[in-house]
């Protein structure tokens, strides 16, 4: 079965429009998102009802738990917060119900495992061989798991445990082997900060075993243009300009 694994949409209409056009030309059976659908950008009640329409399985993340009003935004910076208590005034009740209810992690039958953040914590981020290690401590509570994809960071990469030792690996494909763990993360579509701007996402491929980055072109002047012009920090629209 053929899997589009995406993260991090946070409210870029025009990136996740891309994205799923995009996957739509893919054979995918199934997308999954890893959360946070709203936050930073300006389109959080179109980007939620796009993911409800096309059927995309969600994760909690940690934006989404706070505006569901879940959990308090002590911990954000000050654009994130700023972007967050917006978001909070125009978000629907039906869109603000929906990220109360999702699940903070998903199985996927007996493929994978889908979180945000860490296998344990939304906010908690997996970026060094040390997180991974004890990430993937964490996925051996999981039994007959070996790959979880993971978002949170909006960098694609991935990391592999081979016999005790935690591997990084960038490649545009990774070949999933009995034995070998993965913690693979799909970048973000919504605001990419590897220095790349395109929305960014993975296909999984349980047949073949196969995990495939895709990178997505969208319109990021209008996307930039809506923050501005809803009054968010300036900041957030030269975020994607720039990929970082």
């Not at 053929?2 to 739509?24: G, P």
């Not at 493929?111 to 060094?128: E, K, M, P, R, T």
């Not at 973000?188 to 349980?206: E, I, K």
């Amino acid at each position: 079965m053929r899997y589009a694994i995406i993260s991090d949409i946070h409210s870029n209409l025009e990136a996740i429009v891309s994205v799923l056009e995009t996957i739509a030309k893919l054979d995918v059976k199934k997308t999954i998102c890893l959360g946070d659908i709203i936050g930073y950008n300006a389109n959080p009640n179109e980007c939620i009802s796009l993911v409800r329409s096309h059927g995309v399985k969600c994760v909690m993340g940690n934006h989404d738990e706070r505006a569901a009003g879940l959990a308090d935004t002590s911990n954000f910076n000050q654009q994130a917060e700023a972007a967050l208590l917006w978001t909070r005034t125009v978000i629907t009740d039906e869109g603000k119900e929906f990220l109360q209810n999702l699940p903070k992690f998903h199985k996927e039958g007996r493929s994978f495992l889908a979180v945000h953040g860490s296998i344990n914590s939304l906010d908690d981020y997996i970026q060094c061989a040390r997180d991974a290690a004890r990430n993937f401590m964490l996925l051996g509570e999981f039994e007959g798991f070996n790959v979880c994809f993971f978002g949170h960071t909006h960098i694609s990469m991935a990391y592999l445990s081979v016999e005790g030792s935690v591997l990084l690996n960038m490649d545009n494909s990774i070949k999933v082997e009995k034995g070998i763990k993965y913690l693979v993360n799909p970048g973000s579509v919504g605001q990419p900060r590897n220095r790349d701007p395109r929305a960014s996402f993975v296909v999984y491929d349980t047949a073949e075993r196969l995990i495939t980055y895709h990178k997505v072109e969208y319109d990021i002047q209008t996307a930039a243009g809506k923050i501005i012009a809803a009054g968010l920090p300036e900041r957030l629209a030269e975020r994607l300009r720039l990929g970082w």
